[in-house]
């Protein structure tokens, strides 16, 4: 089943604590994004990856790194979270070019106390 | 920088009732897509719908359709024959066609359908 998976899916941790969240895709899609979503606000983009060892800024990238050392993994790290980083995580994939539909993860409910 | 608006934070709809979402957005390019993702409480986004700017004919996907008003920059979802499943927050996006992950996403509107 092509899916993009996302974990954990909840996670609560405090002010400081470095933690990594989890996003693997089996489409062999060549890009990949991590948004987060906050109410009144919808989803911004924080960083995305065009393929292995190519990433770049989204809109919302302070206090993130990401890396992409293969093709279906692509993790987002918070290297010292802070509370105003308690949001919805979504990871997603596409083909890209004029395939244009983008497959979304579950999603990971993260809140830093 | 392309912008994405929704208006409407909430909104509601009787069930079998028609409703429709509104979306506009900001852009200087000619060609572009723009979707429409539906996110029910299990907080899976899940495509609807989608329109590629070049294409004059609105899209359809049974009782979902949309109308694209390219000059107005303007791209509404009509639900027709509401149901309760239909219940879920609903997000306008925006792609660029030379992106090919970015998707500028609007604020939302939760739609809720009474029974």
């Known amino acids: 089943e092509a899916q993009v998976t996302q974990n954990p899916r909840y996670l609560i941790t405090v002010t400081g604590k470095k933690l990594t969240v989890t996003c693997s895709q089996n489409m062999n899609h060549e890009y990949m994004s991590w948004y987060r979503q906050d109410p009144g606000l919808g989803l911004r983009q924080i960083y995305y990856?065009?393929?292995?060892?190519?990433?770049d800024k989204g809109d919302v990238p302070e206090g993130y790194k990401v890396s992409r050392k293969e093709k279906r993994n692509f993790p987002l790290i918070l290297e010292s979270p802070s509370p105003n980083q308690t949001s919805l995580y979504f990871c997603?994939?596409?083909?890209?070019?004029?395939?244009?539909?983008?497959?979304f993860g579950q999603g990971t409910r993260l809140t830093v106390v | 920088a392309q912008t994405v608006t929704q208006s409407q934070p909430e909104m509601s709809v009787q069930e079998a009732e028609t409703v429709t979402l509104s979306c506009t957005y900001d852009t200087s390019e000619s060609d572009y897509y723009l979707f429409w993702y539906k996110q029910p409480p299990s907080r899976q986004m899940i495509l609807v719908i989608r329109?590629?700017?070049?294409?004059?004919q609105n899209a359809t996907e049974n009782r979902f359709s949309v109308n694209f008003q390219k000059a107005a920059k303007s791209f509404s979802l009509k639900i027709s024959d509401s149901q309760l499943g239909d219940a879920a927050m609903y997000f306008c996006a925006y792609r660029r066609v030379t992106s090919g992950s970015r998707l500028t996403f609007g604020e939302g509107t939760q739609l809720t359908v009474n029974p």
């Open positions: 329109q590629e700017a070049y294409k004059q």
């Open positions: 990856s065009m393929n292995v060892e190519v990433t």
């Open positions: 997603a994939s596409s083909l890209g070019g004029m395939n244009t539909e983008a497959f």
